[in-house]
């Protein structure tokens, strides 16, 4: 079935250091990828989206190029900030229906 | 604005007893989800429904229900609650299906605790 693996936190950074989390998929047909944020004591919310191959998503300096040949979605910011501390959700949105399959999320502290 | 809002926000019960968690959006989204969310596990789907009278089983369905009478809700029924189902669980919804590719709005969380 469709799955999605995304690297094991916590990952703690420096302010402005450069930031990756890795995320990888497995799916049939051609999902569209998404990153969610989910802040603390909040509900999750949409980061940034690519719905075909070689699409870039990008939201707030966060960057994720989807690569339908690694099958990744790896997520990028060139200099992190102590307001992007949070856990981030990789996730992927079957092609038939509207099920969206989040991988276990990755928690990210910045520290000043 | 729209948007989606869950209630109660912070719940204590005890074994056994039937708890139901609120959810309303006012998107007028046809799709509506149940989410909980562990440690370790991620989040993982309970139960959705694509419109007014369909339910769906999620991978974690098991003694949980809902129903959907209309749009704008969808609640979720613990029949007997468990220590296991100490969790916090979202809401989303989301747009027609049909080809787009529509985002999942999520609610603020209720934080249960079954003891």
């Known amino acids: 079935g469709n799955s999605v693996t995304q690297m094991e936190g916590p990952v703690t950074l420096s302010e402005e250091a450069f930031l990756t989390i890795n995320c990888t998929y497995t799916?049939?047909?051609?999902?569209?990828l998404f990153w969610y944020v989910q802040y603390p004591g909040e509900g999750l919310q949409l980061l940034l989206k690519a719905t075909k191959a070689d699409d870039k998503g990008s939201n707030k300096g966060f960057e994720a190029t989807y690569r339908k040949e690694t099958t990744s979605f790896h997520l990028e910011k060139g200099s992190v900030q102590v307001s992007d501390s949070a856990v981030y959700f990789c996730a992927l949105r079957e092609a038939a229906g509207d099920k969206i399959i989040f991988g276990k999320g990755t928690r990210l502290h910045i520290l000043p | 604005d729209a948007e989606i809002t869950q209630s109660p926000r912070h719940k204590i019960t005890e074994t056994g007893r039937q708890v139901t968690l609120a959810c309303h959006q006012t998107?007028?989204?046809?799709?509506m989800f149940w989410y909980r969310q562990d440690l370790g596990h991620g989040l993982r789907l309970i139960h959705y429904s694509y419109g007014v009278q369909d339910t769906n089983k999620g991978e974690v369905s098991d003694g949980y229900s809902v129903s959907r009478s209309n749009t704008e809700d969808l609640p979720l029924t613990l029949e007997s609650a468990a220590s296991s189902q100490t969790s916090v669980y979202f809401c989303a919804s989301s747009g027609l299906a049909g080809g787009s590719q529509e985002t999942q709005y999520f609610g603020p969380g209720t934080r249960l605790l079954v003891l």
């Open positions: 799916a049939t047909g051609y999902p569209s």
């Open positions: 998107w007028n989204h046809n799709n």
